[in-house]
């Protein structure tokens, strides 16, 4: 731990980039983007939180190519989606703060999209009930490419910062799996080989943006199942990553979209929230059965910070804390203990002001009660449930 510890409310740096203060927007999915590109109902969605005060904002999950979506309503880094990027950015600089856009690869949670869905071996996938396809060394080089490609895009829109998305049971995140990666070449099998592509991916986007972008890493500490990743085994990969020198900074997650995403969120199961966004018989099932998938787990402050510390105490390279962030003490103590940054999502949610007023003191803690029911609202357009009107819902 730290004697001294930085103003978490005074200007940083984050590689490249000089950030008004240490608090990130997290990337927390939109859902305002049903053509694929940048809408106005994004770009007010994110000026909220750029008014707020956050240092800066991270446009959430862009897939890398169609067959990367997660969801029907995702950002396409294709060229075409370049120009409302570069209008987003403009628009958040005016206001102060930095863009990042986070870049993935579905993998496996693709399926539920339409797509065949990708992974390191082939699977079940529950989430649209059919086999995925396990990919070649050819789809690694082509996904790679596709990485680099959509990270020249963001740069060429004039952002700050790129995200990779090493986490959360998407593509990257099934390699680093020994539960989902069963693979007997190079890229399965000891630890060097499963996080062979994620630092591949890291390198070549490096080298596509040079300096002009920071670029970060979302990894996955551990997936809340049995046989996935564990901490024995992320500490060892972001040892690897710091060691390639790709990467600016890490920020530090837990859990899987495919298979347990309530171990990132913590707090209250949404079941029958969840439920009615899906058509019948999903509906009926998901009320049956909808507790295997999302189990609940207390919600506690700062409740990834023990996991974090493990990767604090290993590595030397910046790192950005999630997970519970919801008050300025739990701010500054990130900061005793190193981290160089932290990350809000939800409480943002509820409050797209909550930095401005943490730093004026007007407020010691966020009016987020960890309900999650804002989970549900992703794919009509992300919101928080208690707060009737939010500033980018009339778009």
Not at 29 to 48: K, M, N, Q, W, Y
Not at 149 to 162: I, P
Request: charge should be neutral.
């Amino acid at each position: 731990m730290t004697t001294t510890a930085p103003d978490p409310f005074a200007p940083a740096r984050l590689g490249p980039v000089s950030l008004r203060n240490r608090v990130i927007k997290a990337a927390t999915f939109e859902g305002a983007t049903p053509d694929h590109v940048v809408s106005d109902r994004l770009i007010e969605f994110h000026r909220a939180v750029a008014r707020g005060g956050v240092g800066m904002t991270t446009i959430a999950y862009c897939a890398v190519s169609p067959e990367g979506c997660g969801t029907p309503n995702e950002i396409i880094l294709d060229e075409v989606a370049v120009p409302g990027l570069a209008r987003l950015v403009e628009e958040m600089h005016a206001e102060g703060a930095a863009v990042s856009v986070q870049i993935g690869h579905a993998g496996a949670v693709a399926a539920a999209t339409g797509h065949r869905g990708l992974s390191p071996s082939r699977i079940f996938s529950p989430l649209a009930m059919r086999f995925t396809r396990a990919v070649t060394p050819d789809d690694i080089g082509r996904i790679t490419h596709d990485f680099a490609d959509a990270a020249r895009r963001v740069a060429t829109a004039g952002a700050d910062a790129v995200e990779l998305h090493f986490g959360h049971g998407y593509l990257i995140s099934e390699f680093f799996s020994p539960r989902l990666n069963k693979r007997t070449d190079e890229w399965g099998g000891s630890l060097e080989n499963r996080s062979r592509f994620a630092r591949q991916v890291a390198a070549a986007v490096r080298e596509a943006v040079g300096d002009r972008l920071a670029v970060i890493a979302k990894l996955n500490m551990a997936d809340g199942v049995p046989g996935g990743l564990w901490l024995d085994e992320s500490v060892e990969i972001a040892r690897l990553l710091e060691g390639d020198g790709s990467l600016d900074a890490l920020e530090l997650t837990a859990g899987s979209s495919l298979q347990n995403p309530m171990y990132l969120f913590r707090g209250e199961a949404p079941i029958h929230e969840m439920a009615r966004v899906f058509p019948q018989p999903i509906r009926t099932g998901f009320k049956l059965f909808g507790r295997r998938f999302l189990p609940t787990y207390p919600y506690e402050e700062a409740y990834l910070l023990p996991y974090a510390r493990q990767f604090r105490a290993a590595l030397s390279m910046p790192l950005i804390l999630l997970g519970g962030i919801n008050r300025r003490d739990t701010i500054e103590h990130a900061m005793r203990e190193g981290f160089d940054f932290v990350a809000m999502g939800r409480a943002l949610l509820r409050q797209p002001d909550l930095v401005n007023r943490l730093r004026d003191g007007t407020t010691d803690e966020g009016l987020c009660i960890h309900c999650n029911k804002c989970m549900p609202t992703i794919y009509r357009g992300t919101r928080c449930v208690l707060v009737p009107t939010p500033p980018w819902a009339t778009t």
